[in-house]
């Protein structure tokens, strides 16, 4: 498997400077670790890829392979309840999708449990490590506080062999779950609590996705971590700031088992406005069927943003742009939404489609004619080509682009009023034809067979340039039209007594069964971008079928994010 998206070779691979490439530039200098980059990419597979992932992946990917380094793919699966292959699978298509590729480097903490449980025997033997009794509950409550120290578990000056001896029992099944767990003995005083006496390993009589039934103690992620980037020889384990506290306990463990060291080095996750990424409550987005699914185009997964439209060159400029630091912010979705309309804006092909119909008859154009008008395919990308458009008698337009009664600055079609039909002519409005509720049901016209291309040889201007669908060749499609999942931009911040689903958006999905295509969309491949014209970016969905297109709206055309710079930029 390669990645599904290869980055160009131009692209710069991590985006301006920040204090971890500062780091590696210095340790290549000292020779620290003898001029290796060796980065990972440490997912726990409980749950689908989101954006923030993203922010993690460009930079151990991307500084890696800035300085000739190597970059591995390792599933931290210490925990077996939460854990499934459906995610590990999804995960390495997402990785490959954004463009990375661990090139045959693909690790599992699982192929470490063996090691591990030698180690912990280690800390055993060397005083290190004890069994302890106290339930989960008991360890919390001897913990102590920020501000009071822990006090010392009755069963921390048990022997080596009678630990030894436990710790074997743990492992060959002998007690149930949560009895008893294996400790670090380190110090409850500590004013770090993670140093007090922190758990190593749990009983846990459960199948992991990888180990079955071999093991029914499983080891903390804590145990894990930092002795995995050993094994694994990465010089620079980059993670997000809630590990600053845990580093001295990787530390601590690398330095009692005397074994290679890693440098752990922390930066600020991202958050995004109107975002949830905690991986845990997007599960219950999906489970409480408040989705469709984790790909649903209004989730922020990687699946999901993908199947909406949006490109893995927008992603990685928006990750260039937002940069590296050590406080956690938050980053305006617009930012983001403006990464992907400018990626888009030089790909999308562009096409025309109506999505709310009004038809219009063309009253002095010869029946049963049909015309091939030129149309642009991509007006920022020569190389797109051009294409035939059929024109006929009649045609669909948007509802909006008609108004009886137009309100003032309204140019478009109305009673009397000549527009100009995009790539084809100019068409006055002569009347319109209303059902008995009173509504416009359709709209006639004349045309001037001498603006065809939609120039008048005389001069005269119209205000207005509209899009249309020839009726007699419309491809029908259903629409999928998005909004953002949550209303407000902090989705966690929900009124008292009520948890983040308050805070999701009733109208974030509006679905059009009946738009109008110009015919050229019916052959759409699934992934493809379109930008319909005036309107939107818009995605070919996979549930489209032959025949039957099925669109996601990606984004609308408007960039609010590039007015805010401009309106910045002037104050
Ligand atoms: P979540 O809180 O969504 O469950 P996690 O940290 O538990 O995320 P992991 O699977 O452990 O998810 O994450 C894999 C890697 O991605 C880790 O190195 C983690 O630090 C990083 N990561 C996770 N979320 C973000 C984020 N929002 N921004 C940047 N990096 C992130
Ligand atoms: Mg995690």
């Known amino acids: 498997m390669n990645p599904s998206n290869p980055i160009p070779p131009d692209e710069p691979k991590s985006g301006p400077s920040n204090f971890i490439r500062d780091i590696i530039v210095d340790d290549l200098k000292t020779g620290k670790f003898q001029g290796r980059v060796h980065t990972r990419f440490p997912p726990e597979p409980n749950g689908y890829l989101h954006i923030g992932h993203a922010k993690s992946l460009w930079l151990n990917f991307g500084l890696a392979s800035e300085f000739g380094g190597k970059t591995n793919l390792r599933f931290d699966d210490t925990n077996p309840e939460k854990e499934e292959t459906e995610y590990v699978d999804s995960i390495m298509e997402m990785v490959h999708w954004l463009g990375y590729d661990w090139e045959g480097r693909l690790f599992y903490a699982s192929d470490y449990f063996q090691q591990l449980y030698e180690w912990a025997v280690q800390l055993i033997k060397s005083g290190k490590a004890y069994v302890c009794d ?32 436990l710790f074997e029992r743990m492992r060959a099944g002998e007690f149930p779950d949560g009895s008893r767990t294996l400790r670090a003995k380190i110090d409850m005083a500590s004013p770090n609590l993670n140093l007090r006496d922190p758990v ?8 992991h996705h990888r180990t079955g039934d071999t093991w029914c103690i499983y080891p903390m992620y804590d145990f894990a971590h930092g002795q995995s980037d050993s094994i694994e020889k990465i010089t620079h384990s980059i993670c997000t700031l809630e590990f600053e506290d845990h580093r001295p306990l990787y530390d601590w463990y690398v330095e009692q088992l005397g074994i290679y060291h890693p440098q752990q080095i922390e930066f600020d996750r991202l958050n995004l406005t109107y975002t949830m990424m905690s991986k845990r409550k997007l599960l219950l987005l999906v489970q409480n069927g408040h989705v469709r699914g984790w790909d649903d185009p209004r989730m922020p997964t990687l699946a999901g943003i993908r199947r909406r439209g949006f490109t893995p060159e927008a992603l990685r400029n928006f990750c260039a742009a937002i940069g590296v630091s050590k406080t956690t912010g938050i980053v305006e979705l617009g930012l983001l939404e403006h990464h992907v309309r400018e990626d888009l804006n030089k790909r999308a092909l562009r096409v025309m489609a109506v999505l709310r119909t009004l038809k219009v008859v063309i009253d002095n154009y010869p029946e049963g004619q049909t015309e091939e008008l030129d149309a642009v395919n991509n007006p920022e990308d020569a190389s797109a080509g051009t294409r035939k458009v059929p024109f006929s008698k009649v045609l669909y337009i948007e509802q909006d682009d008609f108004r009886e009664d137009p309100p003032k600055q309204y140019f478009r079609l109305s009673p009397g009023r000549e527009v100009r039909l995009r790539y084809g002519y100019f068409i006055t409005c002569t009347g319109a034809v209303k059902n008995q509720a009173g509504e416009v049901v359709e709209v006639h016209c004349t045309y001037d067979p001498a603006t065809r291309g939609g120039n008048a040889p005389d001069g005269r201007k119209v205000k207005a340039t509209i899009h249309w669908v020839s009726a007699q060749h419309a491809v029908s499609a259903e629409v999928r039209l998005y909004d953002n999942l949550f209303t407000r931009e902090n989705p966690s911040d929900a009124p008292e007594g009520q948890d983040f689903t308050a805070n999701l958006n009733p109208h974030s999905l509006e679905i059009l069964h009946d738009a109008k295509l110009e ?5 759409a491949k699934a992934g493809a971008y379109y930008q319909f014209e005036r309107l939107a970016y818009f995605c070919v969905d996979p549930d489209s079928t032959p025949g039957h297109p099925v669109f996601n709206r990606t984004l609308p055309l408007k960039d609010t994010w590039a007015k805010i710079e401009k309106r910045d930029k002037r104050k």
């Not at 106290?134 to 009678?162: C, F, H, K, M, W």
């Not at 190593?200 to 199948?207: G, K, N, T």
């Not at 015919?519 to 052959?523: A, D, H, R, V």
Request: hydrophobic residues 25%; charged residues 30%; without cysteine.
């Open 200 to 207: 190593m390993y749990r009983i846990l009589h459960a199948e």
């Open 134 to 165: 106290l339930t989960a509950d008991q360890i919390r409550q001897y913990r102590g506080t920020l501000t009071e120290p822990g006090r010392e578990s009755p069963y921390r000056n048990r022997t080596v062999e009678e630990n030894l001896e």
């Open 519 to 523: 015919p050229s969309l019916l052959e």
